[in-house]
């Protein structure tokens, strides 16, 4: 029986015609039943939310054309559940969208759910990825950052967009992503940067202290050594998606073999000990290739040559790379 808060949201949701709450609600009501084990429940739930064409994706956020400049808009489509990760991040992502879902349940014990995020780690392993899905988890649409739009050429001009930036993000809920992060957050400590840069970074961590928790922050680097030092303590969660291991390969072309329709010749063990990648974008680039030479072939080359030939080529990739 899911918690009483839980049911009142439910209903609220239905009364008002919120689609948004129903999404979050029914989201955090299958959470509650797999932590419970009700894992059979929680699937029939979660296909029927998922195949029911009555209920549509939350709606975009209005935005005038000076503020399109600052953020590029997209409602998200990726599900968390279809990415692989590790099991503290798996755990700290279904916390973060519990907490965001339950809000009112914190507040009246005075606390707030928690709502900055960064991400560490090499290029292609999911940062972008895991942002969108957490804006889809929680029914909200993502922002990125644009920084052709945010960095300017004159003396305050940057502090003065990021400023007219947070504005714009507080009006509703949703998923604020900055990728490459220390673009923005770079150590002020640095000698080789102005005094510029100094006030470009203590007007972004102000703006992000003042942010109401229902904006969710996601922040993501590669160079970690970049951030300032302030940058750390504002953000409640550091999640870290380093290079995938053997056993994530493998787990990554299992899920890719059942939602692409993949040659089945190989096991995803087989080709995960066969190529080397050192990244989840390499994988998918490896799966897309396959994809396109099946049907490009129109069954004039067998699925299992075009997947052993294609093995081989990202073979001498791989090698080349290396040397």
């Known amino acids: 029986m899911a918690r009483s808060d839980l049911l009142l949201s439910l209903v609220k949701s239905g009364v008002q015609g919120?689609?948004?709450?129903?999404?979050?609600?029914?989201?955090?009501?299958?959470?509650?039943e797999r932590g419970k084990q009700?894992?059979?429940?929680?699937?029939?739930?979660?296909?029927?939310?998922?195949?029911?064409?009555?209920?549509?994706?939350?709606?975009?956020?209005?935005m005038n054309g000076s503020h399109q400049s600052l953020l590029h808009e997209l409602i998200p489509q990726r599900n968390v559940r279809d990415l692989v990760l590790s099991q503290p991040v798996r755990q700290a992502c279904d916390e973060i969208v519990e907490e965001q879902q339950r809000a009112d349940l914190l507040r009246s014990h005075n606390l707030e759910p928690r709502n900055r995020v960064l991400l560490i780690g090499p290029p292609g392993n999911g940062k972008t990825c895991l942002a969108e899905g957490l804006a889809?988890?929680?029914?909200?649409?993502?922002?990125?950052?644009r920084y052709e739009g945010v960095i300017g050429s004159f003396l305050g001009e940057t502090a003065s967009r990021l400023h007219k930036l947070f504005d714009q993000v507080v009006t509703r809920p949703c998923v604020l992503?900055?990728?490459?992060?220390?673009?923005?957050?770079?150590e002020r400590g640095d000698v080789h940067d102005t005094?510029?840069?100094?006030?470009?970074?203590?007007?972004?961590?102000?703006?992000?202290?003042?942010?109401?928790?229902y904006v969710v922050v996601v922040a993501a680097t590669n160079h970690q050594e970049l951030l300032d030092r302030a940058v750390w303590r504002r953000f409640q969660l550091r999640l870290e998606l380093p290079r995938p291991?053997?056993?994530?390969?493998?787990e990554w072309f299992r899920l890719a073999g059942e939602r692409w329709k993949l040659p089945?010749?190989?096991?995803?063990?087989?080709?995960?000990?066969?190529?080397?990648?050192?990244?989840?974008?390499?994988?998918?680039?490896?799966?897309?290739?396959?994809?396109?030479?099946?049907?490009?072939?129109?069954?004039?080359?067998?699925?299992?040559?075009?997947?052993?030939?294609?093995?081989?080529?990202?073979?001498?990739?791989?090698?080349?790379?290396?040397?």
């Open 136 to 145: 889809q988890a929680l029914g909200v649409v993502l922002l990125t950052v």
């Open 177 to 186: 992503f900055f990728d490459e992060f220390d673009t923005l957050g770079k």
């Open 264 to 323: 089945t010749s190989l096991s995803p063990k087989s080709i995960a000990q066969r190529v080397r990648f050192e990244s989840f974008a390499e994988m998918e680039e490896f799966a897309l290739d396959i994809l396109r030479r099946v049907v490009l072939t129109q069954g004039q080359k067998e699925a299992t040559a075009v997947l052993m030939e294609r093995i081989e080529q990202w073979k001498t990739r791989a090698r080349r790379k290396a040397q």
């Open 245 to 250: 291991t053997s056993a994530q390969i493998a």
């Open 38 to 62: 009700h894992h059979v429940l929680a699937d029939q739930l979660e296909d029927t939310l998922k195949h029911s064409g009555k209920l549509l994706p939350p709606q975009p956020v209005s």
């Open 195 to 213: 005094g510029e840069i100094k006030r470009v970074v203590s007007s972004l961590l102000l703006q992000i202290d003042r942010l109401p928790s």
């Open 18 to 32: 919120d689609r948004s709450l129903f999404h979050r609600t029914v989201d955090a009501i299958i959470a509650e």
